[in-house]
C-alpha cells in the first residue's frame, strides 16, 4: 500500500513537472514573436531618427540649393553658399534657415527607416546563404556582398515609400548611391576593427569620431561615382523647358529644342557639348549637404540602437 502512494505521489509529481516544463516553453513561445516585434520597431524607430537628424542638420544648405537653383537669372539673390546663407538669416531670420524642413522630414524619415532595417535583414540574409555556400560558419561579408546587400535596401526603401512612377526614375541613381554608401561604411569599420590602426579601434568598438570619419568616407565615394547619374537624370527631366537647351547646352545662342533617346544618348551628348567635366558640376556644393548628412545618417542610427539596447552588429 505504502509503495503504490509513493507511485502514485512519484506519478503526480512527473506530471506537475511535466505540465510546468510545456507551460514554459508555451510562455518563451509567445514571448519570442513579441520581442521580434519590439526589435523590428526598435530599428525602424533608429532609421527614422537617423533620417530626421541628418536631414535636419543640413536642412539650411538643402534650401540654399533649392533656392539656387530656382532663382530668377535676370535677379540673383544667391552668389554662392556663404553669401546666401547670410543672406536667408538676413531677410528671413533662424526659421528662414529650416523652411520646408518638416515636410523633407515626413518624406525622408520613413525611407531611411525601411532603409536601414532593410539592410540589416538583407546582410543577414546574404550572410547566411554566403556562409552556406562556403560552408565556413565564420565568413564574413565582403564588401561586393554588402554593395548588394545595400542595393536590396535601396530598392525596397525606394520602392515602399515613393509611388511606382517616381521610383523608377530614382532608381538608377539610388540604388548604386545607397549600395555603395553601406559598403564602404561597414568595410571600413571591419578593416579599422581588425588593423587597429593609429589606435583607432579599442576592444572591437570605434569612436563616434571615427565612425563619422567612416561615413563622411563613404558619403564621398557614394557622392562621386553616383553623381554623373543624378546630374544626366535632372537635364532629362528638363526636356520640354523652354530654357532648357541653353542651360544643358551651355550655349545662349542656340534655342534648339534638345531631346535624348535614353540615358546613354544624354552622356554622349553631354560630355560632346559640353565635356566631361560637366558631368560633375555641382558635386562641390552637393558634397557640403550631402557627406555630413550620411555621416549623421549612419552614427546617430548606431547611438539610437545602442540606447534601445538592439544588437546592431551583422558580421564584424
Known sequence: MASEDVKTSESAVSKIVNLAEEAKLAGEGVKAPSYAVLSICKSLVAGGV???VSRTAVAPLERLKILLQVQNPHSIKYNGTIQGLKYIWRTEGFRGLFKGN?????RIVPNSAVKFFSYEQ???GILYLYQHHTGNEDAELTPLLRLGAGACAGI???SATYPMDMVRGRLTVQVPYVGLNFAVYESLKVWLIKTKPLGLAEDSELSVTTRLACGAAAGTVGQTVAYPLDVI???????GWKEASSVVIGDGRNRAPLEYNGMIDAFRKTVRHEGFGALYKGLVPNSVKVVPSISLAFVTYEVVKDILGVEIRISD
Request: hydrophobic share 50%; with cysteine; charged share 20%.
Open 50 to 52: 537617423a533620417g530626421a
Open 122 to 124: 538583407a546582410s543577414k
Open 156 to 158: 525596397i526603401a525606394m
Open 233 to 239: 537624370r535632372r537635364r532629362m527631366q528638363m526636356v
Open 102 to 106: 518638416g515636410t523633407n522630414c515626413a
